[in-house]
């Protein structure tokens, strides 16, 4: 199983309340599918509640990604892949804080567009962009750790998604530069895991996690039949959306979809 990096509050510090930006806290000029993603105002201020938290140990969560950064990267051939944990603090603390508007999506760009390319936040060279999938998905799991330590499951629930919803809508502004067709055949030179994706191993998901997925299936398929209907209804009532859906059964979906 993937080491996971714990980090404790100090609870002497941060105890000072965390300032609102002023101005809309959310703009399509971040993502134009902000709204669609659930990802607005209400969501940046349930950030803002956690933020104080998160301000306190940004520091310790960019050391951890720097450390797994410095560890992995070589295994991976990336030639000149230094790592700048300042950079790494000052994107994770505007992600805490926002406004997430067209200036914080310019910003982004400036961090990870590189060479024709795209890379992690804090990384000097272009990186493979299954790779920076992968280490998105490695930081969300690091981040669920760190809220476990200082909240109580409500809060971790909640916050945790937005942290999950926010950050992938900045890996569609991070993979700009490389959105399109797949331009050959998939690499599946990456090991075991290589079937379901090629890095899923850097993305802490290795044989330990996958079974216990397997311990736990029978648990979790009745919320995930309901979660898989829950997806489509919204997907059904979104404009954005609503038109790919158009020759659909609703009550064909999932099987239990009209029920």
């Not at 940004?58 to 951890?64: D, M, N, Q, V």
């Not at 599946?188 to 090991?191: L, N, T």
């Given at each position: 199983m993937v080491q996971r990096f714990r980090v404790r509050r100090n609870r002497q510090a941060g105890t000072?309340?965390?300032?609102?930006?002023?101005?809309?806290?959310v703009?399509?000029?971040f993502h134009p599918l902000a709204d669609f993603a659930s990802f607005g105002p209400n969501e940046v201020a349930m950030l803002h509640e956690a933020g104080t938290d998160l301000e306190v140990f940004?520091?310790?969560?960019?050391?951890?990604?720097?450390?797994?950064?410095?560890a992995r990267l070589p295994r991976f051939d990336i030639s000149g892949a230094s790592v700048d944990q300042e950079v790494l603090e000052e994107w994770l603390s505007r992600s805490s804080t926002g406004p997430f508007d067209g200036d914080f999506a310019d910003y982004l760009r400036g961090v990870t567009h590189v060479g024709g390319g795209t890379t992690f936040p804090g990384v000097r060279a272009p990186l493979p962009p299954q790779m920076v999938i992968g280490l998105i998905a490695w930081l969300e799991g690091e981040i669920l750790v760190h809220l476990g330590d200082v909240s109580d499951t409500i809060t971790l629930s909640g916050v945790g998604g937005i942290w999950m919803d926010q950050l992938m809508l900045q890996l569609g502004v991070m993979l700009e530069p490389v959105l399109g067709s797949p331009s050959g055949a998939r690499d599946?030179?990456?090991?075991h895991n290589s079937e379901l994706h090629r890095h899923a191993d850097l993305a802490g998901f290795g044989v330990a996690e996958g079974r216990l997925l397997g311990e736990t299936g029978a648990l979790l398929e009745p919320a995930g039949s309901g979660v898989i209907s829950l997806a489509y209804r919204y997907l059904l009532s979104r404009p954005e959306s609503a038109s790919y859906f158009r020759d659909t059964d609703p009550s064909r979906i999932n099987g239990t979809f009209g029920e």
């Open positions: 000072e309340a965390l300032v609102a930006p002023a101005g809309p806290l703009t399509p000029g940004t520091r310790a969560i960019a050391e951890s990604v720097c450390d797994y950064l410095v599946s030179s990456g090991g």
